[in-house]
């Protein structure tokens, strides 16, 4: 039963360039969150989607940042016309229930994009 | 202040003491509390769950404290794999329900 899992493990953009991390949740999780996490800095949430639906994005940059998770297929992280600031590790989570659940938003990660922009 | 605080450390300690850090959090309606373990930038992983009653699991104990508004992990007879930071979440109904992450507190667990 594989985990949660997201790819490349490693990205390098230059400035300017787009990048698009990936993530399958685990299977039978419906409920998909992407959060960054910058050095010594513990997770920041961005977004919380479900198949076809995005639940939150308070926590998405209004510019440059997207995020879907389509009724087939991974869901997709996708910054714009990437900054050296995005430079971080954008960890992906899933879980069976969804947040509006008490107790039971355990989380299971995957193993995180590192995102360079040079 | 932030909405979920923690002393980042490290906390520098012999292999077989006891060590116990706490996590603050601001927001009274907080309903859910975890701690999660975090190993070099690796992903976070679920260490366990904090019930109103307090909960052990092994060597680890998580409490919860309403009234002064903290949580805290105790770990006993420690091991050198319990070097790791540990993360401290929190989840209020008042906030949409998102899970507000502290920065952690790393541990070093010396021979």
């Known amino acids: 039963n594989a985990g949660v899992m997201q790819n490349p493990r490693h990205l390098v953009r230059r400035r300017g360039q787009e990048a698009r991390l990936r993530c399958s949740p685990m299977?039978?999780?419906?409920?998909v969150y992407w959060y960054r996490q910058l050095p010594e800095e513990g997770l920041k949430f961005m977004v919380y989607?479900?198949?076809?639906?995005?639940?939150?994005e308070s926590g998405m940059p209004k510019e440059r940042f997207s995020a879907e998770f389509p009724k087939e297929g991974p869901s997709i992280l996708r910054i714009q016309q990437v900054v050296r600031g995005d430079s971080a590790a954008y960890f992906c989570?899933?879980?069976?229930?969804?947040?509006?659940?008490?107790?039971?938003?355990?989380?299971?990660f995957g193993s995180g994009t590192q995102l360079s922009v040079l | 202040r932030k909405e979920v605080e923690q002393d980042p450390g490290p906390f520098n300690v012999p292999e077989g003491a006891t060590v116990a850090f706490n996590c603050t959090y601001s927001?009274?309606?907080?309903?859910?509390f975890f701690w999660y373990r975090q190993d070099c930038r690796k992903e976070p992983k679920l260490l366990m769950s904090v019930y109103s009653s307090g909960n052990e699991d092994g060597r680890f104990t998580a409490q919860l404290n309403r009234a002064s508004q903290y949580i805290s992990l105790l770990i006993r007879d420690s091991k050198l794999s319990d070097s790791a930071t540990y993360l401290c979440v929190v989840g209020s109904l008042d906030s949409n329900y998102q899970l507000i992450w502290g920065a952690g507190t790393k541990l070093i667990i010396k021979p």
């Open positions: 927001n009274s309606a907080s309903q859910s």
């Open positions: 299977k039978g999780h419906s409920h």
């Open positions: 989607l479900q198949k076809e639906n995005i639940i939150d």
């Open positions: 989570a899933s879980s069976a229930t969804g947040q509006g659940s008490i107790g039971n938003e355990k989380l299971f």
